[in-house]
């Protein structure tokens, strides 16, 4: 007696990326981390001001999870008590 056939599913493969998209990733790994870092020399020094323009180029420059993850971080530093004034990057 033959065995019943055996249907494997195909392998989930991730879509290979174009150029284009692993440079954009690479391009907003490297924009965090330099953003990141920026921030944490604001507020280490103090220099709220300059720690807000670090959270607006998250905004601005990276994505809205950039700018909240930024956000976060001062937050998690300064505490919530502080009034934290932040623009928003207008959708495009």
């Given at each position: 007696?033959?065995?019943?056939?055996?249907?494997?599913?195909?392998?989930?493969?991730?879509?290979?990326?174009?150029?284009?998209?692993?440079?954009?990733?690479?391009f907003h790994a490297s924009l965090a981390?330099?953003?990141?870092?920026?921030?944490?020399?604001?507020l280490e020094a103090g220099d709220h001001?300059?720690?807000?323009?670090?959270?607006?180029?998250?905004?601005?420059?990276?994505?809205?999870?950039?700018?909240?993850?930024?956000?976060?971080?001062?937050?998690?530093?300064?505490?919530?008590?502080?009034?934290?004034?932040?623009?928003?990057?207008?959708?495009?």
């Amino acid at each position: 007696m033959l065995a019943p056939p055996t249907f494997s599913p195909p392998l989930l493969r991730e879509p290979v990326k174009t150029l284009r998209e692993r440079g954009a990733d690479s391009f907003h790994a490297s924009l965090a981390a330099v953003l990141a870092t920026g921030l944490e020399n604001a507020l280490e020094a103090g220099d709220h001001p300059r720690a807000i323009s670090f959270i607006n180029r998250g905004f601005a420059e990276g994505s809205p999870q950039l700018g909240c993850e930024l956000l976060c971080r001062a937050m998690a530093v300064v505490g919530t008590a502080r009034t934290w004034t932040v623009q928003l990057a207008s959708l495009r």
